[in-house]
């Protein structure tokens, strides 16, 4: 099957600093990349819709100018979080969509801890 | 908002019983994805279902989508020990290019 990996797989940075997650479909061409956020025990909370060469569609509640998406290629999706505080803390995981088809294969995903 | 709703939260069965989780969407939805996430891992595509009333089996799964396709299921007979982990639905809406995810259940089966 498609493959989608992500990285890094975890990191920790400080409260107000930036850290970028990069998300790849290594074997077919993504035009649509999905961005989710997990919270433990919990479901997947989409953040936002990323299409190649387009700004990104954020869902209700995310803040765009703190999570900032680029998707430059039709392989590579980049979430950057910005001046990241200890609430940013969670599991991030970003899915891919290989043209029309609608199955989404999923990164492995990103723990992100803020101290 | 995200209005996929997912019941029952956690689900704890002997091995050999069987397990059912349900999804049920405040809108008509275009087609549905079941997911499982095992502890420690990412969704796992199962299966899409996108017409009217429509059964699907894979081996021990079996999943419905409902005649309004408001609602789905996913039955699980005769659970085994890898039958572990989180089954997510997941609901597309006519004329959004998105899928938005049910809360998950959570099933936990004892040898």
């Known amino acids: 099957g498609a493959v989608v990996s992500q990285h890094p797989s975890r990191v920790i940075c400080k409260s107000g600093t930036s850290v970028k997650i990069e998300c790849r479909s290594l074997d077919f061409q993504a035009t649509t990349m999905f961005w989710y956020r997990q919270f433990p025990k919990k479901s997947l909370m989409l953040m936002a819709t990323?299409?190649?060469?387009?700004?990104?569609?954020?869902e209700q509640g995310v803040e765009k100018d703190k999570f900032l998406i680029n998707h430059a290629s039709l392989t590579l999706s980049t979430l950057t979080v910005t001046s990241a505080h200890p609430e940013d803390s969670s599991f991030y995981i970003c899915?891919?969509?290989?043209?029309?088809?609608?199955?989404?294969?999923f990164g492995p995903g990103t723990r992100l801890t803020v101290t | 908002g995200q209005q996929v709703m997912q019941i029952p939260q956690y689900q704890h069965v002997q091995e050999g019983e069987d397990f059912t989780t349900y999804c049920n969407s405040s809108?008509?939805?275009?087609?549905i994805q079941w997911y499982k996430q095992r502890p420690g891992g990412h969704p796992v595509f199962l299966i899409q279902l996108v017409k009217s009333g429509e059964v699907k089996k894979q081996k021990r799964l079996t999943f419905q989508f409902g005649e309004a396709k408001k609602n789905s299921s996913l039955h699980i007979t005769a659970t085994q020990t890898t039958d572990v982990g989180t089954y997510f639905c997941a609901g597309l809406r006519y004329n959004f290019n998105k899928f938005y995810f049910g809360s998950g259940t959570k099933l936990n089966v004892k040898p």
């Open positions: 990323s299409n190649e060469g387009s700004k990104a569609t954020y």
């Open positions: 899915s891919a969509r290989d043209g029309s088809a609608y199955e989404q294969y």
């Open positions: 809108t008509t939805l275009s087609n």
